[in-house]
């Protein structure tokens, strides 16, 4: 593509950056698996784009901040979509503040990341890689500022394996998925992931007993269900 | 303002008031005697809205309308009924103020013969938003203060355009 960069490659597609329609831009392009059959390929790809971008809009309609979208080419099997520029991961973003010590002060955050969630489920929306690096911080005035929390948004990302499913099995292992994730990425993890359920309990008041009691039953499991009988 | 590299073309946007002549216009513009997409704009609060619907139906490479003109409008509308879009974006008698939207290939040279046609004043395009309807925008795109709460506008209102052909809001 031209007048784009490659900035990460994926097991099922390729970021690439730059400016479209005057706009910055991230191109996400889901390649070729060469070792499907063609034809099977084709109509995938188009299902999963698909997929991607209803669940981006079915999250601005629940009131979640999603990138905006550009264009949904099927032919170039790309989605083009705003790159944010004034922001960083969840992820960078609490390594930061635990490196200074101040972790106590993000109850907050981690309150609010719980709201989104919680609206994400109430709204049937799993995510499916609930990840702190798919969540990013976002500062609302265009400025390389993340100091305070009411100057800042939070954007929910990458809805590469998202669907619209209302059991509390998917939503259940969409906690655990996350808490895995906070496990291995954040020293500080055990603190954080209570006050995530807070604020998610407090969102989704007529479901989240339901969630956790699956989420507690896929803990002791694992994400995968036993297929036995 | 630029468009897809495969678009070979380029967007020339116009903005008018206290045109005269909406009904000549209006004729023309059916007859198919106006190379251009002419709409109200009330429903456009910034260009990049025109431009992403310009855009898909440029990219794509078949059209639902019978012109790439036509394509426009009906790209703009949330709706999938060409008719009602076409009603809700395009321009009626009443319109006063009018957005010019013309494409222009490499090389090209402006068409003047059509903007002279236009019996109006040319105000700058920086003036879009004043004469913009925020709430008229909201209600045409179903955009409720759920969303515009947390979401910039504008991310609603391409991320729809982008996504009309595939979803229903």
């Known amino acids: 593509m031209k007048n784009f960069e490659l900035i990460k490659q994926g097991a099922e597609a390729k970021l690439y950056k730059g400016i479209y329609l005057g706009q910055s831009t991230i191109a996400k392009e889901r390649f070729i698996k060469n070792y499907r059959h063609p034809s099977l390929d084709t109509n995938l790809t188009k299902e999963r784009i698909k997929a991607e971008s209803r669940a981006l809009m079915r999250c601005k309609i629940a009131g979640i901040r999603t990138p905006a979208i550009y264009l949904v080419d099927f032919k170039r099997r ?4 705003e790159y944010l520029e004034y922001s960083k991961t969840a992820k960078d973003f609490i390594e930061d503040y635990t490196k200074l010590g101040l972790i106590k002060e993000l109850s907050q955050f981690f309150y609010e990341i719980g ?11 799993i995510h499916g890689d609930l990840t702190s690096s798919n969540i990013l911080v976002v500062n609302k005035n265009n400025e390389h500022n993340y100091d305070s929390l009411s100057e800042l948004d939070l954007v929910a990302i990458d809805f590469g394996l ?20 906070l496990l291995s990425t954040h020293s500080v993890a055990e603190e954080i992931f209570p006050k995530i359920l807070e604020g998610y309990k407090k969102q989704y008041k007529n479901g989240s007993r339901e969630v956790f009691l699956k989420y507690e039953d896929v803990k002791a499991r694992g994400r995968k269900r036993t297929m036995v009988g | 303002m630029d468009l897809d590299p495969e678009a070979e073309c380029k967007l020339l946007l116009k903005l008018f008031k206290n045109v005269k002549n909406v009904k000549e216009i209006k004729d023309q513009l059916i007859k198919g005697e106006l190379k251009c997409c002419i709409m109200k ?9 025109v431009v992403v619907a310009a855009n898909k139906a440029l990219v794509n490479e078949k059209l639902t309308t019978k012109t790439i ?10 709706t999938k009924n060409i008719s009602k879009s076409l009603q809700t974006f395009g321009i009626d008698e009443k319109d006063e103020n009018l957005l010019v939207i013309t494409l222009l290939k490499e090389g090209d040279k402006e068409d003047t013969d059509l903007f002279k046609k236009i019996d109006g004043e040319e105000v700058s395009l920086d003036k879009l938003k004043n004469y913009a309807d925020m709430n008229l925008i909201k209600r045409t795109y ?4 759920k969303e515009t709460n947390v979401t910039p506008i504008l991310n609603s209102l391409v991320s729809r355009i982008a996504t009309k052909d595939f979803l229903s809001f």
């Open chain 1, 162 to 181: 998202a669907h619209i499913e209302s059991n509390t099995e998917d939503k259940g292992v969409d906690l655990y998925v996350l808490e895995r994730a």
């Open chain 2, 69 to 78: 003109y036509t394509e426009i409008l009906f790209n703009l509308s949330p």
């Open chain 2, 142 to 145: 179903k955009i409720a203060d």
């Open chain 1, 78 to 81: 790309t989605i083009f979509m």
């Open chain 1, 115 to 125: 709201n989104l969630l919680g609206k994400l489920h109430e709204n049937n929306i």
């Open chain 2, 41 to 49: 704009p009330t429903l456009i609060l910034d260009p990049i809205q």
